[in-house]
């Protein structure tokens, strides 16, 4: 195949697949099995007689789904492992490496009891292999390399068949750790074959990554400890698609981590219960109110809850610094030095492990991006936060790229003996109607959100949009109209390995 429009008209032209997409997931009809013994959470669905009790597609925002089509008995898939440049926030385009464009690859569904196979090609410079992870499949398809399989190598080809009689989220991802790192990982969904009770009336997937990249470097840092861009689904808030659910819907959410951290995710003004990990579902006793769950490395958190608040809540992991965009460590008073800051000091002074000086000193404390720039140090200096909106006005025309259209100019409130008070700045500068863009993000699912909202949604933020009946009826409407107008994957680019 030549290029990937190739591979999507072919894999689009072979038709059975995409026609049987509607009905892939289809379960029989069963009695909304609302059986006694009930949580407080079964309590409170109100329209659960009304609710279908059949299986719903998995959305995952920003994501595409991976076609397929039936070859003999088996479900077909393509994946093709490759390099990407992929859209963070507008403007911010990384080199990572993905999968079929993209990072996170597209999300795979699948039913219980499928028989699938998979076709994994290798498009990067160097030996890779698909690992699947907590499938229990025969060691031969298991993907770890050197011991299952030989590595598939730069052009090569592996093809994985097995039956799958497991149910609930997974996820698919090399299995070279440095290659992880590059974002090659995708949600693998096996459906149960007869509904949860109780079922839910939507259902999405958000994977949780993380990047180290230094300022003016596009490229990941693989080896780093420490991570400034933190990411659902390949895209940092306010560029993150918001999920939107109607008012009393139930809801199930599903958080797969693939990275060096764990993630307290958050969601606001719902209680919720985990129903599932990466094993599969969980017993209902074990069913416990909470509001924020700890998704650990290499796991998978399925949590639902009836989403009855109306209203724009945040969905963000809890670790302050995970809540950031290029995060750098112009905070505090260690900004106010008169010589610029070095771009990205050592590992080991960005953590403050320091064998002279100290950490606010001129030369070790203040480094954008700790410890980011293992081997660069300070070859991009550049100047302090300028207090004056004029002066910040003057520095942002000096640099290249930015792009002003839609940026929401605005002074910030600070007071004005701010320089005498212990610890400022701390978010002035950096979250604010002065950091808004809602015009370069703007798609149908932001539709109506408070003027101003996206100064304040970075890194692993997005919004659960619960919405009254009319409300959801126009966004979905507007989503409705985009559908054909809008590129397959906007503010994406393919780099093709010819
Ligand atoms: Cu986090």
């Not at 993209?102 to 160097?126: F, K, M």
């Not at 149910?167 to 750790?177: D, V």
């Not at 974002?183 to 993380?210: N, R, S």
């Not at 861009?229 to 958080?255: E, H, M």
Request: charged share 20%; proline share 9%.
């Amino acid at each position: 195949m030549k290029n990937r429009r190739d591979f999507l008209r072919n894999t689009f032209g072979l038709g059975a697949g995409l026609a049987a997409a509607p009905r892939l997931f289809a379960a029989p009809p069963q009695a909304s099995g609302e059986s006694s013994g009930e949580n407080m959470d079964m309590e409170r669905m109100g329209h659960a007689s009304q609710r279908s009790s059949r299986i719903v597609s998995v959305e995952t925002p920003d994501v595409p789904a991976l076609p397929w089509r039936m070859a003999g008995r088996a479900k077909e898939f393509h994946l093709i492992a490759e390099p990407v440049k992929q859209e963070l926030v507008p403007g911010k385009i990384v080199n990572l490496w993905g999968y079929n464009g993209r990072a996170p690859g597209p999300t795979i569904q699948v039913n219980q009891g499928d028989r699938v196979r998979i076709i994994v090609d290798n498009h990067l410079p160097e030996p890779t292999s698909m690992h699947w992870h907590g499938f229990e499949i025969p060691v031969e398809m298991d993907g770890a390399p050197g011991s299952s399989q030989d590595p598939i190598p730069p052009g090569g080809r592996f093809v994985y068949e097995f039956t799958l009689h497991q149910a609930g989220t997974f996820f698919y991802h090399s299995h070279m750790a440095m290659q992880e790192m590059m974002g090659m990982i995708g949600a693998f969904i096996m459906h149960p074959k007869k509904a949860y009770d109780p079922p839910v009336d939507k259902d999405f997937a958000i994977i949780l990554q993380e990047f180290a990249i230094l300022p003016n470097n596009p490229i990941p840092n693989s080896m780093n400890m420490e991570f400034n861009w933190l990411t659902f689904n390949g895209k940092a808030g306010p560029a993150t698609t918001p999920l939107i659910v109607r008012l009393n819907d139930r809801v199930r959410l599903r958080f797969i981590n693939l990275g060096m951290d764990h993630h307290p995710i958050h969601v606001h003004g719902h209680t919720f219960v985990v129903t599932g990990t990466e094993g599969g579902r969980q017993p209902k006793i074990t069913w416990g109110p909470k509001n924020t769950v700890l998704v650990g490395v290499a796991e998978a958190s399925d949590v639902e809850f009836v989403a009855n608040n109306p209203g724009d809540w945040m969905v963000h992991c809890h670790l302050p610094h995970h809540m950031m965009n290029q995060m750098s460590s112009v905070v505090g008073p260690m900004t106010r030095g008169s010589n610029g800051m070095p771009a990205g000091l050592g590992m080991e002074e960005g953590m403050g492990i320091l064998r002279e000086g100290h950490a606010t000193s001129e030369d070790k404390g203040p480094s954008l991006c700790r410890g980011v720039g293992v081997g660069s140090t300070r070859d991009h200096t550049v100047g302090n936060g300028p207090l004056s909106t004029s002066k910040a006005k003057h520095s942002m025309g000096d640099m290249p790229g930015l792009q002003h259209e839609g940026l929401q100019m605005a002074a910030p409130e600070v007071a004005k003996d701010a320089n005498s008070f212990p610890g400022f700045p701390q978010d002035a500068f950096m979250e604010g109607p002065a950091m808004a863009m809602d015009k370069m993000v703007d798609k149908p699912e932001n539709y109506g959100l408070r003027p101003g909202w996206s100064g304040f949604m970075q890194g692993m933020m997005t919004f659960l949009r619960v919405l009254p009946p009319e409300m959801y009826d126009k966004v979905m409407a507007l989503r409705e109209q985009q559908k054909g107008r809008r590129e397959p994957m906007p503010g994406m680019e393919h780099q093709h390995q010819q």
